[in-house]
């Protein structure tokens, strides 16, 4: 197999999780754009449904696209040498690897992924039971005890979180 489709792989497995942060990017400046600047609090038209994926989906093939011809590029540099470097591999495994596990550290550190904080097991406990509301008292008492609160904002029921 010819370097250039080779180097086309290499660079293109990274650069699909690289295209894929960065077309998420590229949707949040849109959204903010159009947020800040056009259409602010107020509803926003359909066609605002339309357009942010579309724009998602634009940015996300375009900088697929261009890692990938970057990667034809350089193997077609360097096809009149002989075999594949090692060296590009283990860069190749590295940029895929690495913004994977940032995105994994990142959903974990927010809460998204791995043990629910202690406060949204509160707010879980008091939805379920039909309250509209909870309250922690501050981390440093040591007090773990969830208070769900009436539609008034009256305390309802005291629930030991202690299992």
Known sequence: MKKRYIYSVLFGVPGLVIALVFAFLVFGAGA?????????????????????????????????????????????????EPGVSGRHIMTS????????????????????????????????????????????PPRDSHDRTCTCLDSDGREATKIPLDR
């Open 32 to 80: 903010g754009f159009l947020w800040i600047f056009v259409y602010g609090d107020n509803p926003w038209p359909a066609s605002a449904e339309k357009v942010l994926p579309a724009l998602f989906a634009a940015a996300f093939l375009a900088a697929w696209l261009m890692v990938t011809v970057a990667g034809f590029i350089f193997g077609k540099r360097l096809e009149a």
């Open 93 to 136: 495994v590295v940029a895929t690897v690495v913004p994977v596990v940032l995105i994994i550290l990142h959903q974990y550190s927010v809460g998204n992924i791995g043990t629910k904080h202690v406060s949204v097991i509160c707010s879980d406990i008091c939805r379920s039971k039909g309250y509209s509301a909870s309250v922690m």
